[in-house]
Structures are given as C-alpha cells and as structure tokens.
C-alpha cells in the first residue's frame, strides 16, 4: 500500500528565513512521481513543485526546492527566504505510475506560519 | 485558459435532501477526482474516474455518488445517506501520466 507521512502539524518561520518541511513516503511501485501543494486560507490547491522517483537531481522551482532522498525514502520541501504569503498549509502527494492506477495519495499537511 | 470549473462555490444543504456539485474541466484530462476536506484536516478521496462511463469508490464513498456521461464532466451527489456532508468538496483533473492534479477552487457544502 502507499501512504504519505507528514509529522509537522505546524510550523513556524521567521519572514525571510528557510523552513523544511517533511514528507515520507511508502511505496512499492519502482516508479512514481512526488508533488507539493500549497493551500492557502482561501481553498483552492496550487501546485508547487514535481520530482520523479528516477530523476537525478532535486526539483526547484523559484524559492522551493525538493530535498529528495530515495534510500530513505523522504522528499522534503525547502521554501528560502520566507515570505508573509507563504502562510499556508502545505500538502505531500505521490502517485504511482506502474500500478495502473490514476489514484493520487496526500499527506495530512503542515500548516506553516510565517512571521513578520 | 485551460482549467477546472466548480460550482456552485457554496451551497446549503435542508436534512433528507440530495445536492449535486458541479465539476467541469476543458484541459481533456481523462481521470476526474472527488476529495472531501474537513476544517483543518487533509484531502480524502470520495470517488475517481479514469475514463468516461467508469469511475471507482475511494476511500470514503458512502452516502455520495457520481457519473461520468462525458469527459468534460464529473458531477457529485451528496445524498440523504451522508450523514455529515458539512465540508468543503475538491474537484480535481490528471493527464494520463504522472503529472500534476489539476484542482477547481472548491464548493463548501454547509447543513440549514
């Protein structure tokens, strides 16, 4: 079975400094791709960033960054130089793609705080 | 633009009564995904369609229920059976590879 694991309920960040957030991950399937969302107050789910299980470099994307570590299975979001409108909860997916399935599996999120 | 359309964005639901969500997409995905997130909490998966005239119950599909008739289109019931509809419900849209979900901005279903 796959399962996302996401162990920071909350976190807090100073504005203008860097903030890991953790994502692991189970899965049986040799290939798979891991997303990051943000949700802001308002609902609606924006995606962040996208690393392949067989890509050989972390993923960036602006002020995000993917710290992806396959043996231990964790793919961690960086976020450098905090803003106030980072203020969200944050969300960890991961799909298999020899599964045969289309079937996406979240994290339960973290929701980070960005103070001025 | 490409995109995902829900509505409406709120809807109030009387005790005994069916209310369907709209989910309309034109960026030809052919999966479509129903999520329920309660306050606070994660996304959980009501019911997926990987292609027209299928779809498959996720991981808490009871008192709901969908069709798929067109690609474009994936409405979900909320029906009398689902005792505790109060959420906000995500319509969501992936190619057929491993991509990133596409989301609508949501429909919150509240009980009169």
């Known amino acids: 079975a796959q399962k996302i694991t996401q162990t920071q309920p909350g976190m807090f960040v100073q504005e203008k400094e860097a903030v890991t957030l953790d994502c692991t991950y189970d899965t049986s399937d040799p290939s798979y791709g891991l997303f990051w969302y943000k949700q802001p107050s308002s609902g609606e789910m924006i995606f962040l960033i996208y690393q392949g299980s067989y890509d050989q470099q972390n993923a960036t994307e602006g002020r995000y960054s993917l710290n992806f570590q396959k043996a231990r299975k964790s793919a961690n979001l960086v976020i450098s130089a905090s803003q106030l409108g980072d203020s969200a909860m944050y969300f960890c997916a991961m799909r298999g793609l020899t599964s045969g399935t289309y079937k996406y599996i979240f994290g339960t999120g973290t929701r980070l705080k960005v103070l001025a | 633009d490409g995109g995902i359309t829900q509505s409406p964005k709120y809807l109030f639901r009387k005790e005994g009564q069916n209310v369907t969500l709209s989910c309309e997409q034109n960026?030809?995905?052919?999966?479509m995904y129903w999520y329920r997130q309660d306050p606070g909490q994660g996304l959980r998966l009501i019911y997926y369609s990987q292609i027209v005239n299928d779809f498959q119950k996720g991981d808490i599909a009871e008192g709901y229920s969908v069709s798929r008739e067109k690609k474009e289109s994936f409405p979900l019931t909320v029906t009398s059976a689902q005792k505790n509809p109060t959420a906000f419900y995500l319509c969501?849209?992936?190619?057929?590879?491993?991509?990133?979900?596409?989301f609508g901005d949501g429909t919150r279903l509240s009980i009169l």
């Open positions: 960026l030809n995905h052919d999966a």
């Open positions: 969501a849209s992936s190619p057929p590879f491993v991509q990133p979900q596409h």
